[in-house]
């Protein structure tokens, strides 16, 4: 950026300032947000294309008061879908929304609801469980635009094209290259099914260094090109290097919405969001 600095060091002057409105949530926020500054929060690696058009509008940022960063999409003026391990019991979770000059603000979470079936241990291991979670805002998100529910088109097969976007670091420990929503086209490898989809760079097909999400992209949505147009059809849940080593460029898992979206819709509905 021209300036040196990231939308995640503006976030925090932002939540300085207002610190003597929100003193109960703000000293763990405050310490959440440095350690964000000080331990880089991986995201689409490889080079994914900058983007705020099209799939990248409706594209939020998550932060928690323990230091937790995550991306998650808007589904409705005031429901945010993302991954259950990016919103666990135990902390409070803000939306970062950005005004027209471009500095950042915190959108209140009024419920958190995570699906009863979600694991912890695993979706750490890798396997298929249910992480999806959804969030209700105190009000609608400011400049952005809902996205299209959907489920991935039957059969999933090796070779499935799809797309993930997210917001976080491009270049594992330059905190600078953050803060930007970035897309990146992906295939469907190995033996995806309604459980887990598992996606890889195009072109390095995980054995080498290429596109993939990481621990930023945690929640991030997961498009497909379907007849009315992208729709969501999963979340980012975790991510490998090449050849499934530790760290991104390689695997990302996707928990796909097949099982789940009953439990979405119904969640909604319970909140009087339609969807």
Known sequence: MADGTSPIRRLATVVARVMAAVMKILPSMIAGLALLLAVPAYAIVGGGAPSTDGVARSVVTIVGSRGNFCTGSLIAPKLVLTAAHCVQPGADYKIVEYGADRQPS????????????????????????????????????????????????????????????????????????????????????????????????????????????????????????????????GVVSWSTGPNGSAGCGGLTGVTPLTLYRDWILQTARQWGAGL
């Open 106 to 233: 915190l959108q209140d979470v009024k419920t958190v609801a995570i699906h009863p079936g979600f694991n912890m241990q695993t979706m750490l291991a890798h396997r298929a469980t249910a992480d999806v979670a959804l969030l209700r805002l105190e009000a609608p998100a400011k400049a952005k635009v809902p996205t299209v529910l959907g489920m991935p088109n039957i059969p999933i097969v090796v070779g499935s094209r799809f797309s993930i976007a997210g917001i976080g670091v491009t270049v594992r420990g330059d905190g600078k290259s953050g803060g930007t929503i970035r897309v990146a086209g992906l295939v469907a490898t190995g033996k995806p099914g309604t459980l887990q989809i598992r996606l890889v760079d195009p072109v390095n097909q995980g054995t080498r260094d290429g596109l993939g999400a990481c621990t930023g992209d945690s929640g991030a949505p997961v498009f497909e090109d379907q007849q009315s147009g992208p729709a969501i059809v």
